[in-house]
């Protein structure tokens, strides 16, 4: 998948001497009208937008994107309008990236073999599904490649060194690397020089997969990690929804606002 | 799919944990892959280990109470009339019911592999109450995760669980029920998994945790075995095992020594939560067919929408108020070796309120819903079948609930 959109997005960052910038939001939050008006609005910014398909018993994700997650089921969020979100964006934008992310469960009800067509169908460029681990995931990975969709495999603190190789030699284009132990949206409890040594492990093994670190990536913190090939800030966006909701503020232009400012700290 | 004979149940699981090929499986976020194979070879190392069988066996013996009795219901089988009905009191279990099992075996494993920190979730609050005793016994910092309104419905069981030194964290998201309970706490030890020893309460969860569970209530029925053995000289010509089923520990328990019996001569019976008689929600995922999804980290039976959403449950029973069920009772459905169904609020209550006028037995309202199935089955049967019932709990932890629903405790 060399020339995919998600391998290009990464070649023009480092043209620039500067990390991807990679964005998730939840699909329908709050509404699904706004959510695709995020989305194109902080594109401008992010080179890569991950998008998440709510799910209400999510097992890895903090209070920020459950909250997120909550508010856009309420509002009546389907698998099916998430796809049509998709659709509309890469109508406007469509040499922009968009990697959907969500649990297995919703993947297992649609049926994975009418999830991956559907993904292809709307030019959906990459997946992640948090709780498919390896070796769970090498049926639908193996499936996404040939419908040329990135599957993308998470490593932790925690993996192992022969793990580690595995998932990269089985990864397509983009590993996802998580900064620490926690939930997303934590606070980052390790320095960004230990979590840079972890991902300098992971980059030795193979220079060619482009390594994102995500998990507790801020204002304050995204600085430090500009090494990295790209930068995944969620819960961040998701608490500037909330509270821009709150304050009955305009959601879009203030988390565009967040967005542009991550940008500007690791041009 | 098909059972096999002379292997326990819970080792009945391909090489990536799926029962039957399809129940149970380990679906978790990488950063849990690690600690969860450290558990599995740290059990799978322990269980060979005669030392820490010895262990085990002492603790269940001094610290347990076991065996816990089995008794004759003489008055309710005459009031009845048809089948004998019996009872497994596990509820004299120390503790008050049939978790204190698995949470003496997880707080052995935990000390075992060097962790000072143990985690678990509670729906009735019997799991947490049991990890805290056991915490407290081997000294062990504990935490356990419980949804804001089981709080509220089950506080006897918060008392004792503080009494014990455990902090309780309250969960307020979702039905703040036990679904949220089990998920805040994965998440928990998602964050904390390099020093905190995570126990699952039920035979739910990634697959190792469905084994250590059911491994450790086991105990049930091998002493049930002996227990029949004495008082009816071998295992009779007729028996049915009536065991309420949320997770599916307790019934795992009391069946697993006699999976491999014919079913004509055992036959094994789970009854669900119905919930409210006027409600369409319930926590009865195998008898009332849900379909099958994947919740905290298994594949199961799981009540849920078309989207793959999970179901909001409502039961008068905390302990059965949970959307999924274990994995391998997935598996001993589909392979038709039990049979399962549900009472409602009202059928458990009414069974409560005329077992408590017969006998001298005091059952929780989970252990009250497989009362109701035996009741509305003895007086069919003959004189000559034996319906035992896993009295797994008792009824302390629901006397608000008692108090309200019947006036009277």
Redesign the interface.
Known sequence: MNNSLINRAFKLARGENRPALLTYTVAGDNTKKKSLEILKSISKYADICELGFP????????GQI?TSA?RA?KNGI??NDVFSIVNKFKKIKKDKPIILMG????I???NENKFIAKCKKSKVDGLIV????Y??NKVFASKCKRSKINFI????????KS?LKKIINTSHDMIYY?SM???TG?KLKVSAKKILTEYQKIKNQNKSKNVVIGFGITEKTIKSLKKADGLVVGSAICREITSSLKKRQNTVTNVTNIVRKLKNKIK | MKIKKNIPLIDQHDKLGFWGGRFGGSFIPETLKKPIEDLTKEFQKLRKNKTFIKKRDFYFKNYIGSPTPLIKLESLSNHLGGAQIWAKVVSEANGGAHKIYNATVHALICKSMGKKYIVGDTGAGYAGKMLSMAAKKFGLKCKIFMGAKDMKRQKPNCDAMRKNGAEIVPVYSGSQTLVDAVSECMRYWVSNCDNTHMCVGSTVGPNIFVKICGWSTSQISRELKIQLKKKFKKIPKKIKLINCVGGGSSAYGFWSEFIDYDKKQVELIGVEAGGPKRSKLHAAPLSRNAKIGILHGAASYVCQNKEGQIHETESISAGLDYPGVSPIHCFLKDTKRAKYTYATDEEALNAYKLVTKYEKLNPSLEPSHAFAEAIKIAPKLSRDTICIVNSCGDAKKDRDILKQRLGKF
């Open positions: 799910h209400n018993t999510p097992i890895a994700d903090g459950q909550y089921i389907k698998i649990y297995y469960n919703m297992y009800q649609y948090v709780d498919l681990p070796p769970e495999q998470l490593i932790s603190p925690t993996t192992s793990r998580i132990l926690s939930t934590g």
